[in-house]
């Protein structure tokens, strides 16, 4: 029976690959299948305990009957040796942000290494059974680097712990403060997603709005001087009691922040799929976001979307959720609906019929498939 190699350069716990990754491999042990995560040995310590490192899988000498899947979002020193494995292959594109985006905000050593990443992808163009991304988007972007037209398969998101209701309602309101206009973002501190415009938009809330407002932004850390600068523009602004970065907050942290939020607020300018639009939507909270890369398919029809980065509108837009109550269960409804159509079921369906000649059995029981 074939074997099947999940890698990902980095397989950590908390993160939207990490998690999707993890997703389809449980959904191949359920079925009986032999398969393993495999990571680089210099992110094994931040992997699941049972994560094999590189060298692990070369000494199981993987062979024609073998499945690769390939997960691919940034420069990666293993790609040529795992590309000439003698396996069936799979890519899935997360995408790789352009270096420009890091390079203008003086982190030239992130946008080299990305801009690296990037251009290797025309030179892999041929090497693989499969090309999944994971949005239409990333689709796209591969097939204009000479891929041949690849299968859209969403990542797979925690949607059975973001669209149930609270145990104890009471946890939902904890962090609500009824006088506020309360903002949520949820994403690296990194200069593509702008949290700086997110900043300047509190601001606007709080102008237009004449009310106190409260932004949380959750995220992880990847550069010291360059949050200096979004802490800076927090204090130039006045905004010390309206703004909080809060690191590493654990998933029960976003889900309640998330609920008891009047929008989750987006002005990235690059994403690849974005998975925090889809836990907002199944939470209940409604999104204003700037209509940048993946952010439009994502979102569908739901959500409020801004086509031209202009701060002023999307915190109008804020501010107009905040005072209508009618407008905000409104898109709740709408964002509900579209929450479905990234359903564990579904994306494993499109998994299943995408790998089913390759596999000895079914990922899905027959009545579950759609």
Known sequence: MSRVFHYSPAIPVRDAIGFSTRSLYSAMLSAGLETYLVCDQDSISSAPIFTLNVEQMLALRPGSQDLIIFHHSFLDQNVDRILSLPC????????????????????????????????????????????????????SELEA????????????????????????AEAELRSFNGSCINMAFIGRFVPNKRPDNLIRIAALVGKMSGRKTKLRLFGKLWDRTYFRTLWRLVEDLGLEDAVSFELNVPREGLKSALSSSDAFVSA?????????????????????????????GTCGSAGLLVTEPDLEQMAARIVCIAENPDLKRSLMRVQAQRSEDFSSLKTLNKWNSLLGEFLPTSLVKHENRV
């Open 88 to 139: 069936k292959k799979v890519i899935v594109y997360h995408n790789i942000t352009p270096g420009h985006f890091f390079r203008d905000a003086g982190l030239g050593w992130l946008a080299d290494a990305c801009d690296e990443g990037r251009q290797r992808l025309g030179s892999m163009s041929a090497m693989f059974d499969r090309v999944v991304g994971d949005s239409e988007f990333n689709v």
């Open 145 to 168: 680097r000479g891929y041949p037209r690849g299968h859209v398969i969403p990542v797979f998101y925690d949607d059975l712990f973001f669209r149930r209701p609270f145990d104890d």
């Open 268 to 296: 990235s300018e690059h994403e690849g799929f974005m998975v925090p639009l889809v836990e907002a939507f199944a939470t209940g909270c409604p999104v204003v976001a700037l209509a940048s890369s993946a952010v439009v």
